[in-house]
């Protein structure tokens, strides 16, 4: 919008400049010309009645004259007489036969001027007048005895022309360069209020429903202002309402379930019956999946309240603690947890405390779940610049492309090795926690095939951990 504003602001002070300057510039140009064919014209006229009087004093003061205007003018004096017995006869050069000269000889013509070049003027100004007899009627009346021409040489003119339209061109590009200026600081001006509900919005897209925005600006502008202020406020509440309702439920339902699940649990062990066992066992596993659900949702309305402020933790020492808890789960079915990588401790990401082992259960529980008996998880750490690098391969099925785009959705299961025994909020939490400490999450493909999953976390400054 600032470069539609300003783009309009100096289009319009180049049409107002073009409007003033130009026809200015043309205006001067044209009495540039008359000013010098009238100057030229005058003084040719006053040669030609000289050369008309024929008399030897006249003669004279026409050859001092055309010699003087020639030395301090660019125009060189040019006569010719058409009688020899003409008694003036000055020493000048005689002009060339064309048809100015013919025109003002032999018709009559007052004057003959030539610009040379229909576009402004060429090389030379060429103005020729007739030479009248004086006679007793007056000067200049009689017939014509010759004529006078001067060529007048118009390099000053153009000169001249080029300091006119020079001058207004710089004008107007200094014009236009501040045209340029004004023009920015008043379109951030005018924009400023945009931009902060722009900001605003942003933020809300981000999942902040905290942000504000100023209201300043004009009264539409503040009118939009409160008006999405009033409604962030409004989403804000709705939405912590149904925070705070998830993450009750979820906390009032975890306890009947442990009590159902040791109630199932103390059925089984006392029961002899193969069939009733079988379907104790199957309730048993619908409440432990139940459980998992629940867990999954208090864990994801905790992470989306963001109760916690992402400080820098040491990503060799969690992965090594998680490591530890999971290899004896992956143990009891032959399954090997390799850790590969050249990251020591010193390497500090910015994490909320929890938030990475939630995320490292959550992924190691995937992949154990889909890997095959006998297989290997492989778990390697890089640093890459400013950023952790944390990538976990599995040799499981893997997944397709329309299969990854679904993944980080919210109660979507894919077919693990071991049935869907899973919640559907696995991938989910862990987008959330890693996205909440301003990293990112993505699946690929392991070499082999299985599935990789990538978690990329912000590298804490140097000496933030102390």
Known sequence: MNRQLIRSYILLVAIAIALFTVPVAFTLTKQLRDDTRESVLREAKTMGLLLGNGNPASCQALTEMAEAYSEETPGQVQVTVTDATW?????????ARDADLSDVLRKNKPEA????????????LVITVPGRQTTAEGAGKGPVVGAVRIEYSTKDLTNRLWTIWGFRAGLAVA??????????FAARRITAPLRQLNEMASKFSDGDLTARSAVTGPTETQTLARTLNQAGER????????????????????????????????IADGMDDEFVREDVEQATAEVV??????????????????????????????????????????????????????????????????????????????????????????????????????????EGPGMSDAEKSRAFDRFWRGQGLTGRSGSGLGLAVVKQLVTDDGGTVALGDAPGGGLKVTITLRAAPRGAGG
């Open 113 to 124: 001027i030539d610009w040379g070049s229909d576009f402004i003027w060429g090389r030379h």
């Open 235 to 266: 989403l804000d509440t709705l939405i912590a309402s149904q925070r705070i309702f998830v993450a009750d439920a979820s906390h009032q339902l975890r306890t009947p379930l442990t009590a159902l699940r040791l109630s199932l649990d103390n």
């Open 175 to 184: 014009v236009l360069g501040a045209a340029v200026a004004i023009g920015s």
């Open 289 to 394: 999946r139940m459980s998992r659900l629940v867990n999954g949702l208090l864990v994801l309305a905790r992470a989306e309240a963001k109760v916690t402020a992402a400080e820098p933790l040491s990503l060799r020492d969690i992965v090594d603690e998680r490591l530890a808890v999971w290899r004896p789960a992956a143990d009891e079915r032959g399954v090997t947890i390799a850790l590969r990588g050249s990251i020591d401790g010193r390497l500090l990401v910015l994490a909320s405390p929890g938030h990475l082992d939630q995320v490292l259960d959550n992924v190691l529980s995937n992949a154990l779940e889909v890997s095959p008996d006998g297989g290997t998880i492989t778990v390697r750490m890089e640093s890459r610049g400013d950023e952790g690098v944390l990538s976990v391969l599995d």
């Open 87 to 95: 008694g003036c006869e000055p020493d000048l050069p005689e002009p």
